[in-house]
């Protein structure tokens, strides 16, 4: 059995960045239920008390929240690769681009997608808002950029771009971004990337 376990949902953009580093680092994982029911036991409580996925263990760590997962696996397993540059500049780029997968792209296009497929609590108008002003602004830094923080890949990119693919699925067209589309086709061209599975298109908002 492989030493590292991922609990995860299959339609989550949080644990499909994990999926992604995982398989783009060809370390072998086993994927564990990370559904509902799961996260109420209090054997996973044990594991996050916030009792959210991704949850990644590896021997005797356990590690919680997706964008730190991903910072874990680099510096663990690929410490001198292009995925989390040591350049102190490249380094803060990288951040950023986390901060703003934890800011602007899960308060609006990920926030939307929850509203439109899962019926989540949270309001719809305020994530068509944030989307509004940041999909222009990442249209531009794309549109003399390959990747978002570097020359090559790096952790960034993976962290943004799940709920940025699946804009549509919240309602959001990407049409007006071509930028963001052939960033978008960048990332599904490296070697080991899966897609999220495809939900239903929602009408889009006007």
């Known amino acids: ?29 086993e994927t564990k239920d990370g559904g509902q029911e799961v996260r109420q036991s209090a054997g996973f ?25 991903l910072v874990y696996l680099v510096k663990r397993y690929a410490p001198d690769s292009h995925w989390l540059p040591e350049d102190p500049l490249q380094a803060a780029e990288v951040q950023k681009w ?10 609006g296009p990920a926030s939307a ?12 108008e305020s994530a068509l808002k944030v989307t509004a002003k940041f999909l222009p602004q990442l249209e531009q ?12 890949a790096t952790i960034a990119d993976l962290a943004c771009y799940g709920y940025v693919a699946t804009a549509p699925e919240g309602g959001i067209s990407l049409a007006d971004y071509p930028a963001i589309q052939r960033w978008l086709k960048r990332i599904e061209s490296l070697p080991g990337f899966t897609p999220l599975p495809a939900l239903p298109l929602p009408e889009i908002a006007g």
Do not use: W
């Open 98 to 107: 986390l901060s703003r997968s934890a800011g602007e792209v899960r308060y």
């Open 141 to 152: 830094h794309l549109e003399s950029r390959e990747f978002l923080a570097t020359e090559r």
């Open 113 to 124: 997608r929850m509203v439109k497929q899962f019926s989540a609590p949270e309001v719809y």
């Open 45 to 69: 409580a044990q594991l996050n008390p916030l009792r959210q996925v991704p949850v990644l263990i590896d021997a005797e760590h356990v590690l919680t929240d997706s964008n730190a997962i």
């Open 1 to 29: 059995m492989p030493a590292i376990q991922l609990y995860s949902t299959p339609l989550s953009g949080h644990c499909h960045r994990v999926t992604l580093l995982l398989n783009m680092l060809s370390l072998p994982f």
